[in-house]
């Protein structure tokens, strides 16, 4: 039995590639959602890690033995017909905030690392995905295969700076106290909910592709730790900024802090995942509105990009600790109902 372990890498790098979006690398995603619950968000980190690996295996390789095309099919095959279309259409909701999300991170790092107009962010990403859509986005997309592993790297080398800092094992330990302290209990669930019910889009049709059982099974559970431990370490960078609550683009202050020789190449990594991510999602919408409106994409598009700004002029670190853990929990019957399904692998020949 030939066992494909390159096809397994494959996969597990789109998982990665999916998941790690614009609050992923500024690290805002992380402190809302673990580092600011200190030691308590570490053992969070530990069980979401553990729900990436065992339900992503789970998502993609039952997607690849009902052998849905796309996530529409998929959510009609947990949720029924009529509940899977509600749900497919509440999707529409929740791509188009997680883009506005996306659009006010890259106003984000304009003003807050850049010292630019943050509607200058705004607008020139915009422009920029407008151009991108006329041209052609292989290219584009070609650059998450080299933006993403940049800035494991990055998140790696910032970790084993901060592990040498002499108050790292206090830090680490140390236990905030935080209003909201019963979220670190929710978080692992809302946070893995949350990102797998986005990813589904990009990991359905892969799955389905690849089809065959071990190398699915191989490819979440690779991925799934490779997100585990760029948690880990990101985690254990953030927890060494002082009021790390405050910042917008925490990642992008630490680096500046530590390693000010990779700060800027470091801002245009983290603009790069941002840029990608808004190419990604806005082209998700127009493809799923195409099945309620028949319009010309350049119309849909426009308007996609007008509802996403007018709800990014809401800051981006309130956007995100707002938006961000609300789609988590409504993508908690998705989960769960993923986790009930039952599924029995394929025999191979």
């Known amino acids: 039995m030939k066992r494909n372990w390159n096809q397994a890498f494959q996969i597990a790098a789109v998982y990665v590639g999916t998941v790690v979006g614009a609050g992923f690398a500024t690290g805002r995603e992380i402190v809302e959602f673990f580092s600011r619950f200190g030691f308590f968000g570490f053992i969070s980190i530990l069980m979401s890690g553990y729900l990436f690996v065992m339900i992503g295996s789970k998502l993609m390789r039952l997607a690849a033995q009902i052998n849905a095309k796309s996530y529409q099919e998929f959510n009609e095959y947990l949720f029924g017909k009529w509940p899977g279309r509600i749900i497919n259409f509440f999707m529409l909701f929740m791509l188009l905030g997680v883009s506005a999300v996306m659009l006010s991170g890259a106003g984000a790092v304009f003003e807050e690392q850049l010292g630019l107009p943050r509607n200058l962010g705004v607008f020139f990403t915009i ?140 801002v245009l990594i983290i603009y790069g995942e941002i840029f990608t991510s808004v190419i990604g999602n806005v082209f998700g919408l127009d493809r799923q509105l195409k099945q309620y409106v028949h319009v010309p994409t350049i119309v849909s598009v426009t308007a996609i990009f007008i509802i996403a700004y007018l709800i990014s002029l809401v800051n981006y670190g309130t956007l995100l600790s707002n938006l961000y853990p609300l789609f988590g929990y409504i993508c908690m019957s998705f989960f769960i109902l993923l986790w009930m399904k039952p599924f029995t692998p394929t025999e191979r020949s």
């Open 127 to 266: 422009f920029l995905s407008f151009i991108v859509m006329l041209i052609g986005t292989k290219g584009l997309f070609a650059v998450n295969t080299f933006v993403v592993p940049l800035m494991i790297v990055f998140s790696l080398i910032l970790m084993s700076l901060s592990i040498k800092m002499p108050n790292f094992l206090d830090q680490f330990l140390y236990i905030p106290y935080a209003n909201d302290g019963w979220k670190s209990v929710i978080a692992p669930f809302s946070y893995a909910a949350l990102n797998l019910g986005l990813a589904q889009a990009v990991l359905v049709p892969v799955a389905s592709e690849v089809k065959d059982d071990w190398t699915i099974k191989w490819g979440g559970i690779l991925g799934g730790l490779a997100l585990t431990l760029i948690l880990i370490a990101n985690h254990f960078t953030l927890i060494m900024l002082p009021n790390l609550e405050l910042y917008e683009i925490p990642m992008a202050i630490i680096m500046k802090n530590l390693a000010p020789f990779f700060y800027w190449f470091f």
